[in-house]
């Protein structure tokens, strides 16, 4: 359902960039929202930011300074930015489709995610 | 932000026994808003439960959730083999802003 892709190293202070193609769905829906997760080696699930088809974005505020996610409707693709990276954002990054099980209205949850694109950033 | 603590930080347990996992919020959150993920080695997470007691897609019905306030649980009946992996929750009490919980492992014994 989507795929990750990008340079799996990274100098220090540089940026990050990451994209996300979806198949089987089309990134202008209403019905989805999309995001990022990253997960360093060994350790667990941190929530990067989340993007609406109106193109509303949502960051983890421990990481808004640096994030910025966007949509590229033509190629049915989303994208993470991360500015000024350290060896701290080494971790696997991982896209997802938020949207297919809500419950009270919201739907925060992620059915479906990519395989993972794992990124170094040499300290 | 809703910090989640996840205990124990391994379980070691021999198929066909139950697990229990827990599930701690460091303020209430409404019971509709917490969801479990499973995450097998070298794989993506893949969600088991959401609104804390529905089993997403396919989701076999060993698996079940269940809690309220502060509190959650993921039980899992009867161990199959394929279920030893990493277990995830996370809040979406704050959606769009969610957080997840660090984990438990889940170890054959």
């Known amino acids: 359902h989507l795929q990750e892709s990008g340079p799996g190293l990274v100098k220090p202070s540089e940026t990050l960039s990451l994209t996300c193609t979806v198949f089987?769905?089309?990134?202008?829906?209403?019905?989805?929202?999309w995001g990022w997760i990253r997960q360093p080696p060994g350790k667990g699930l941190e929530w990067i930011g989340t993007?609406?088809?109106?193109?509303?974005?949502y960051y983890n505020p421990s990481l808004k300074r640096r994030i910025t996610i966007s949509v590229d409707t033509s190629k049915n693709q989303f994208s993470l930015k991360l500015s000024s990276v350290t060896a701290a954002d080494t971790a696997m990054y991982y896209c997802?489709?938020?949207?297919?099980?809500?419950?009270?209205?919201?739907?925060?949850?992620?059915?479906?995610w990519g395989q993972g694109t794992l990124v170094t950033v040499p300290s | 932000e809703i910090v989640l603590t996840q205990s124990p930080g391994t379980l070691s347990l021999s198929p066909g026994e139950r697990a229990t996992l827990s599930c701690r919020a460091s303020?209430?959150?409404?019971?509709?808003?917490l969801a479990w993920y499973q995450q097998k080695l070298g794989q993506a997470p893949r969600l088991l439960i959401y609104?804390?007691?529905s089993r997403a897609t396919g989701i076999p019905d060993r698996f079940s959730g269940s809690g309220s306030g502060t509190d959650f649980t993921l039980t899992i009946s009867r161990l199959e083999p394929e279920d030893f992996a990493v277990y995830y929750c996370?809040?979406?009490?704050?959606?769009?802003?969610?957080?997840f919980g660090q984990g438990t492992k889940l170890d054959i014994k």
């Open positions: 089987t769905a089309s990134i202008t829906s209403g019905s989805y929202q």
């Open positions: 993007i609406y088809n109106t193109g509303n974005t």
């Open positions: 997802a489709r938020l949207g297919d099980f809500c419950s009270g209205g919201r739907c925060s949850t992620m059915a479906y």
């Open positions: 609104g804390a007691s």
């Open positions: 303020q209430s959150i409404s019971s509709i808003y």
């Open positions: 996370q809040q979406y009490d704050t959606s769009p802003y969610v957080t």
